[in-house]
């Protein structure tokens, strides 16, 4: 029996659902319907990784040669609730999924040229315990699975679980995550171009800290990629 027969077979028996509107899903889609895709929020950034809204946030703060986000994340929106349900409602599946499909989308783009590893924002052990996965390192898999560029995600470590940073401005963001990283390899990183993978940026704040932390190695280059950017 071929795979595609399976799948078919299991589609009939236990139908799929997009995850946004939730419309039973074609063979060949995943996760999302063809429809609710083309409804996506793109940002487009990968086509001006250089010089965008979210590159902006890291001017002058560590050394970035690209970013880009996905889609724009406003809260409460439909493509908001895959987020959510990633983070809150044991669907991780979704982001492996998510980093399969921004991977192919921006990979003409030469977006991934000259990088050496993947590393995906840590979590704390008290919230990985909470959460039972991190869902960066769903998002870095699936990007892994499309590029071809492996994973480091045992390189940098969260030492303690801060407060959420959902309600707070930019500086307390800042302030809430400052020394929270600490490198674990530091030979391993060194001289290396890393692409740090995270599921939302909003300030930057986070995705700054962690780069600080790998910084320490010296000699390292680093690019951001996040599923979401939510603008101020």
Known sequence: MTTSLLERILNLIAPRACAICGKRLAPREEMICSTCNLDLPRTYQWQHPLDNEMAKAFWG??????????????GGSQEARIIYDLKYKGHREYGELM????????????????????VPVPLAKKRLRQRGYNQSDEIAEGIHQVTGIPVWDNIVTRSSFSSS???????????????????RNSEQVKNHHLLLVDDICTTGATLTACAQALMKAGEVRFSIL????AKN
């Open 226 to 229: 996040t599923i979401g950017y």
């Open 61 to 74: 703060r560590i050394p970035v040669e690209r970013a880009a986000a996905w889609l724009y994340h406003h």
């Open 165 to 183: 940073q959902t309600n707070k401005d930019r500086w307390e963001r800042a302030e809430n995550v400052e020394g929270l990283f600490q490198i």
């Open 99 to 118: 980093g399969k499909m921004l991977a192919k989308e921006i990979i003409s783009s030469h977006f991934f040229e000259g990088i050496d590893a993947i």
